[in-house]
């Protein structure tokens, strides 16, 4: 299957601060999406985007397909953004292969 | 509100026994998933449903069965053939194929 590499494995942000999250992957792909984990353990759709650049409020992801990368900013970190965030990559199927996560703690 | 319910969120499991996991959506999508979840790490897929009366093996299918009876259920039987059942199960669901995943909040299975 397609191998996803996620980096850094742990981030610690101080309230405010900015940071980018990466996904490297090895084969190319029709289907990337990032999650953020809860600490309750429910996994959130943050992003789907396969190509290109996407807002959502304070995050934002940029995938270029054609380099077999992937990253996700968060911008002025809060306390709620504490979790961790996984990134998801396939061709154009039922199945996605989740990388290890990135856990993120934000300190108020 | 539309989602995936799925239940109960902990259950223990004396060894030697078969338990059944419960995933529900009314989100109207075709395609349902179970994935595994060890501490610390990614999620990997154990079963997936494309359509109705249809279901195929993910990457860790051993141990597991599943059903789907219905669009809106995707039950998942650990086994007693699963040698380490001890983890976390989500469920999910999405419109097709490729299609942006939904999960619900997780099941926490624990074997005693």
């Known amino acids: 299957g397609i191998q996803v590499e996620q980096s850094p494995p742990d981030l610690i942000l101080q309230e405010g601060a900015n940071s980018t999250l990466r996904c490297n992957f090895s084969?190319?792909?029709?289907?990337l999406q990032w999650f953020h984990q809860n600490p309750w353990g429910q996994l959130i759709n943050l992003f789907y985007?396969?190509?290109g650049t996407k807002q959502n409020g304070r995050l934002s992801a940029t995938t270029v397909a054609t380099e077999r990368y992937s990253l996700l900013y968060i911008s002025s970190s809060q306390t709620t953004d504490s979790g961790v965030y996984f990134c998801?990559?396939?061709?154009?199927?039922?199945?996605?292969?989740f990388g290890a996560g990135t856990t993120v703690t934000v300190r108020a | 509100d539309g989602g995936i319910t799925q239940s109960p969120k902990y259950l223990f499991r004396k060894e030697g026994q078969n338990v059944t996991l419960s995933c529900e959506q009314n989100?109207?999508?075709?395609?349902m998933y179970w994935y595994r979840q060890d501490p610390g790490q990614g999620l990997r897929l154990i079963y997936y449903?494309?359509?109705?009366?249809?279901?195929q093996k993910g990457d860790i299918a051993e141990g597991y069965s599943v059903s789907r009876e219905k669009k809106e259920s995707f039950p998942l039987t650990v086994t007693s053939a699963q040698k380490n059942p001890t983890a976390f199960y989500l469920c999910?669901?999405?419109?097709?194929?490729?299609?942006?995943?939904?999960f619900g909040q997780g099941t926490r299975l624990t074997v005693v």
């Open positions: 999910a669901s999405s419109i097709g194929a490729g299609a942006k995943a939904f």
């Open positions: 084969d190319s792909v029709n289907n």
């Open positions: 985007i396969p190509s």
């Open positions: 998801a990559v396939g061709p154009n199927d039922y199945k996605l292969s």
């Open positions: 989100l109207n999508h075709d395609a």
């Open positions: 449903s494309q359509i109705v009366n249809d279901f």
